[in-house]
């Protein structure tokens, strides 16, 4: 059985009609939301390091502000993911998976 790495998406800072969204630190405000969730045995506590969560970053990508979220976060907290993903949807931002072939 082959074991399928969990798929990855840019939700990117432009709406479907092209225009930037606002306020310029939406991608560090929805990745810090995220923090808390960490993979299995991450430090937790008062001994853990502030950072985002590697399931759900924020990044500049070819000049345009984006959050990468890895469909692994689904996993381990559906209502998180659906957060994200409904975050995106209302604000009718692009996402994009990663490593997809073009859309023709």
Known sequence: MSLTPPRQYYIQGVTKQGRGFR??????????AMSCFRPGGSAGGIGAFIGYSPYCVPRVVEGVKCVI????LRDIEPMAWDFVMNFARDNELCVVEIGAPPAI
Do not use: K, Q
């Open 23 to 32: 306020p310029s630190d939406w991608a560090e405000r929805l990745a810090g």
């Open 69 to 72: 979220v890895n469909e692994a």
